[in-house]
């Protein structure tokens, strides 16, 4: 029996309107969700396991809010909920990712699988990173994957087309879009899920190796410029060469 860990995090709402307040962006009203892309991550998963049998652990890291998701995902079907309980509103990606990988260790993965890049940050660094510190191979921007009983064979995109690539286990599988639409549970598991128990999983409280200065908006996009007549079209040609480095 695999043992499948899928890593989420619980980020705003991608439609969420974010504002700076004393240097900090001010999240006291935002709706929190599941990053999408770990949405896909968590189908796959689920796929794993009806494919060939296994175990299906969502973990994430953060304070007890994040236990939504967790519930969430419980709806979904997973076996298990964890989570790595910190309440640091700044973790770089090296804590974050030894912190994960230590965890996964402790659930016995054999298998993980996350989202290609969260939806706050798209920095799309935790997949490689919990697999170097694993010691474990890692392939990203994976759109599709049969499952084998021990090894998997996945479809990455490349410069040329789909490049098909078999690994054995253990492996860290970062997840793009491409395996269908995520699941959504049903009335049955969403009552179910509000018993499930979440696991607390201890392990060292890695320090950060970079310090968080502050938040700032974005500057503004500059008002847009309109023409009117052919006379227009040689500097039109150049505003968009020059300004909008669009030709």
């Known amino acids: 029996m695999v043992e499948i860990v899928v890593l989420i995090k619980q980020v705003p709402d991608t439609n969420a309107k974010i504002e700076i307040k004393g240097n900090k962006a001010d999240l006291s009203m935002i709706k929190w969700i599941t990053s999408p892309y770990d949405e896909y991550a968590m189908e796959i998963a689920l796929q794993h396991k009806e494919a060939h049998g296994g175990n299906v652990t969502a973990l994430t890291l953060g304070p007890q809010r994040t236990d939504k998701i967790l519930k969430d995902a419980k709806a979904l079907g997973v076996d298990k ?104 549970a049903n009335v049955k598991g969403i009552m179910m899920a509000k018993r499930a128990v979440v696991e607390m999983i201890e392990v060292e409280q890695v320090s950060n190796m970079s310090e968080n200065l502050g938040h700032f908006s974005p500057p503004e996009k500059p008002p847009g410029k309109s023409f009117d007549g052919h006379e227009h079209v040689p500097e039109v040609v150049r505003l968009l060469r020059e300004e909008a480095n669009v030709i």
């Open 81 to 184: 909920i964890a989570r790595i309980n910190t309440d640091e509103e700044y973790l770089d990606s090296f804590s974050v990712q030894s912190m994960l990988a230590e965890a996964c260790k402790k659930l016995g993965a054999q298998v993980v699988y996350c989202g290609k890049a969260a939806a706050d940050t798209n920095a799309g660094s935790v997949g490689p990173g919990v697999a170097e510190k694993l010691g474990w191979p890692s392939i990203s921007n994976v759109t599709k994957v049969e499952f084998n009983p021990d090894s998997l064979e996945v479809m990455q995109p490349t410069s040329s087309g789909q490049s098909r690539i078999g690994v054995n286990f253990p492996v860290v599988i970062s997840c793009d879009k491409g395996m269908g639409e995520p699941r959504r």
